[in-house]
């Protein structure tokens, strides 16, 4: 500090000496060089250094030194203040913690719903300010309150019969996404980090690599009967004709049943490459965002919670295609080093929105959609789910108590649950 101080001194008097502009902008460049200060710190400081004052002391003349003092901080008053905060956390633990990304524009879209319910405290002037709130407004606000804890769970999947090498592979790049219908399909595990055995769950992913789309549904287990009907179910239920179906290399798909199912459609059945999870990484995605967020990692066996988990998906799938925004990369770039650079859409749209907007759909098909929509209530839908998931979790609890494990109620929720129970 020695040292900038003398130079600080000498490098002021040079620049207040200079007579033209050019030689203060060298004078400056060679000062910032040499202490690294920012460039409008430093010409503040070589303006004022060393410069002396006449002041009046008791009456009489006094030279005084004029020395660099740093700027008060200034104080402002918080905009988006604690009602605006109070009103976020609460609609950010309502919707299932979605980031604050896509719950920005899931509160514009919804806002007119949203505020017409007294539980969120949404008075006019907080109304006002959640229409102009950004998303990194948004982050900071429920940064304190997001949970860090992560939970994995193990792979289940089993690799199918011969059959496998006459179903053509798909990479990822091989396949055109920009044409709504093709899907990949995928099964998750609820076996609870348990004995894998054919007594528990299963959830069977669907997405639509265009649209978005995604629906799920409750398997009693992995055996083909049940996976067949589940995508008999998806496929009559879906909003664009499925084109084409992609698979990992599980038993549940490389089969000679729901081969013939596909033929029997006109469905392009293709798989991916063993071992490469990311062929697949669409709806390998929403395994975890939607099946693991909303359910957790617990085990499911038995009619009852079956019958509870196809519950919870029934008022998920309109959520997740009617309301929640959704975030696609449009496009990759490479960078002169080599990188990866990947580029997203300015505004998150919801399944819906794409679908609405695509101009390969009917309008048939993009009027039975919106007559769906119509008869949807995002605040009733949300309330069921919150409803239907804890339903879900007395029957998981109570379970874990009948079976002696001596564990607490807590520690369940927490490892195998993966969230916070009340």
């Known amino acids: 500090m020695g040292t900038r101080k003398e130079l600080t001194a000498e490098k002021a008097r040079q620049y207040r000496e200079a007579k033209t502009r050019k030689d203060k902008g060298r004078i400056l460049d060679a000062f910032i060089d040499d202490t690294g200060y920012h460039r409008k710190y430093a010409i503040s400081i070589l303006n004022g250094e060393g410069k002396v004052k006449m002041l009046t ?4 003349p006094v030279k005084a030194r004029v020395s660099h003092k740093t700027r008060k901080k200034r104080i402002y008053k918080r905009y988006y203040d604690k009602p605006v905060a109070e009103v976020i956390i609460k609609l950010w633990k309502f919707f ?10 899931l509160i514009k879209e919804n806002i007119t719903t949203i505020s017409k319910r007294r539980r969120f405290g949404i008075t006019q002037e907080v109304k006002a300010k959640l229409m102009k709130i950004s998303r990194s407004t948004v982050e ?10 992560r939970l994995k769970g193990k792979s289940t999947t089993k690799k199918g019969t011969l059959l496998k090498n006459q179903i053509p592979v798909r990479v990822f790049w091989a396949w055109d996404d920009k044409k709504p219908g093709f899907c990949e399909i995928d099964t998750v595990s ?9 007594f528990y769950a299963w959830t069977l992913t669907v997405t639509d690599v265009c649209l978005c789309w995604t629906e799920t ?25 499925i084109l084409g179906m992609d698979s990992d290399t599980g038993g549940e798909f490389i089969n000679w049943h729901f081969k013939k199912w596909c033929d029997e459609k006109r469905i392009t059945f293709t798989r991916g490459r063993s071992h490469h999870s990311n062929d697949n990484c669409f709806v390998e995605q929403k395994n975890g965002d939607v099946v693991r967020k909303t359910v ?3 085990r499911f066996e038995g009619d009852q919670a079956l019958a509870a988990l196809s519950e919870v998906y029934g008022y998920l799938n309109p959520l997740l295609n009617y309301f929640y925004p959704t975030k696609k990369l449009s496009a990759k770039k490479v960078l002169p080093n080599g990188k990866v650079k990947k580029v997203y859409e300015k505004k998150l749209k919801t399944p819906y929105q794409r679908l609405l907007e695509h101009p390969d759909i009917t309008e048939d098909l993009k009027n039975k959609s919106s007559k769906i929509k119509a008869k949807l209530d995002i605040i009733d839908l949300q309330d069921k ?7 879900l979790d007395k029957i998981v609890l109570k379970k874990y108590s009948e079976s002696g494990t001596n564990i607490s109620a807590a520690a369940i929720a927490e490892q195998a649950l993966g969230k916070n129970l009340t």
């Open 57 to 60: 002391i008791d009456g009489k």
């Open 96 to 105: 299932r913690r979605i980031c604050g990304e896509r719950l920005t524009p």
């Open 140 to 149: 900071r606000l429920i940064t304190p309150e997001r949970k860090k804890e």
């Open 190 to 198: 609820h076996d609870g980090g348990g004995e894998i055995n054919s």
């Open 217 to 241: 549904r409750a398997l009693r287990n992995k055996a083909e009967k049940w996976t067949f009907q589940a995508a008999d179910d998806i496929y009559s239920r879906f909003p664009v004709p």
């Open 296 to 298: 957790g990692y617990a």
């Open 385 to 391: 789910l919150n409803l239907a998931i804890t339903q």
